[in-house]
């Protein structure tokens, strides 16, 4: 269920583009884009909306393709990967968290954490126990059976991170995770990176256009006009 990975570099990229065409017009999203994340950083990609933050996530999460270029993953290259072992890899290694939460409506807390593990096969004693081990790292035990709509927008976020964190993922990905959160809750979740990066050994690489992610982070790369504007 763990990541296995023998190396420092969790995620590189080598010369990523990536176009759309829009009407018979070239949308050159992402320009050449370099770089690199260690293990066990909190990295986040700050950028204006259009910048090329939001699809540069989307293909180190295997969730699109680059057009040209490399995107190395937990040492292994998912540029040109199959869509099926792509999906393998991030199931078992890659955890999301969205702005939206995306948590299912008609599941409780401890449902809505469990599910990656029942979709991995695993026995419901082991899903209960990292279920609540997850649930206790965002302090939402007493909440375990309450639905999303019976929480407020920072508990839910809390349930989407232990859900990231459930199946042990070596990296987790989250677009805009404080976007619809008022600045003292989304300054919690903020902190609650933070203590996951410590705790659970994981790397977390995140989006943002709020300044206040750069005190929190361990390196920001920014991001203009599909380009990485800054050198590591």
Not at 34 to 59: C, D, P, Q, W, Y
Not at 69 to 74: D, E, K, M, R
Not at 207 to 219: A, G, I, L, N
């Given at each position: 269920?763990?990541?296995?990975?023998?190396?420092?570099?969790?995620?590189?990229?080598?010369?990523?583009?990536?176009?759309?065409?829009?009407?018979?017009?070239?949308?050159?999203?992402?320009?050449?884009?370099?770089?690199?994340?260690?293990?066990?950083?909190?990295?986040?990609?700050?950028?204006?909306?259009?910048?090329?933050?939001?699809?540069?996530?989307?293909?180190?999460?295997?969730?699109?393709?680059?057009?040209?270029?490399?995107?190395?993953?937990?040492?292994?290259?998912?540029?040109?990967?199959?869509?099926?072992?792509?999906?393998?890899?991030?199931?078992?290694?890659?955890?999301?968290?969205?702005?939206?939460?995306?948590?299912?409506?008609?599941?409780?807390?401890?449902?809505?954490?469990?599910?990656?593990?029942?979709?991995?096969?695993?026995?419901?004693?082991?899903?209960?126990?990292?279920?609540?081990?997850?649930?206790?790292?965002?302090?939402?035990?007493?909440?375990?059976?309450?639905?999303?709509?019976?929480?407020?927008?920072?508990?839910?976020?809390?349930?989407?991170?232990?859900?990231?964190?459930?199946?042990?993922?070596?990296?987790?990905?989250?677009?805009?995770?404080t976007g619809e959160l008022d600045s003292t809750t989304g300054r919690g979740?903020?902190?609650?990176?933070?203590?996951?990066?410590?705790?659970?050994?994981?790397?977390?690489?995140?989006?943002?256009?709020?300044?206040?992610?750069?005190?929190?982070?361990?390196?920001?790369?920014?991001?203009?006009?599909?380009?990485?504007?800054?050198?590591?």
């Amino acid at each position: 269920m763990a990541t296995i990975f023998q190396g420092d570099t969790v995620v590189e990229s080598f010369g990523v583009t990536r176009v759309y065409h829009v009407d018979q017009i070239d949308v050159h999203a992402l320009r050449g884009v370099n770089f690199k994340i260690h293990k066990g950083e909190f990295v986040a990609l700050m950028g204006r909306s259009g910048s090329g933050k939001t699809t540069l996530m989307n293909i180190i999460g295997g969730l699109d393709h680059p057009t040209e270029g490399q995107v190395i993953l937990f040492g292994n290259d998912i540029s040109k990967m199959a869509d099926r072992k792509l999906t393998e890899l991030r199931r078992a290694s890659i955890g999301f968290v969205f702005q939206s939460f995306a948590l299912m409506p008609t599941m409780s807390a401890f449902e809505n954490v469990e599910l990656p593990l029942r979709m991995l096969g695993l026995h419901r004693r082991q899903r209960r126990q990292r279920a609540m081990e997850c649930l206790e790292l965002v302090g939402l035990t007493r909440w375990a059976k309450h639905r999303p709509q019976e929480m407020s927008g920072g508990q839910q976020q809390r349930v989407a991170i232990a859900r990231a964190l459930v199946n042990s993922p070596g990296l987790i990905l989250a677009d805009e995770p404080t976007g619809e959160l008022d600045s003292t809750t989304g300054r919690g979740i903020l902190d609650l990176f933070r203590t996951v990066v410590q705790e659970e050994h994981v790397t977390i690489l995140m989006t943002s256009h709020d300044p206040v992610v750069q005190e929190m982070v361990d390196y920001t790369y920014r991001m203009a006009d599909g380009t990485i504007t800054n050198e590591r």
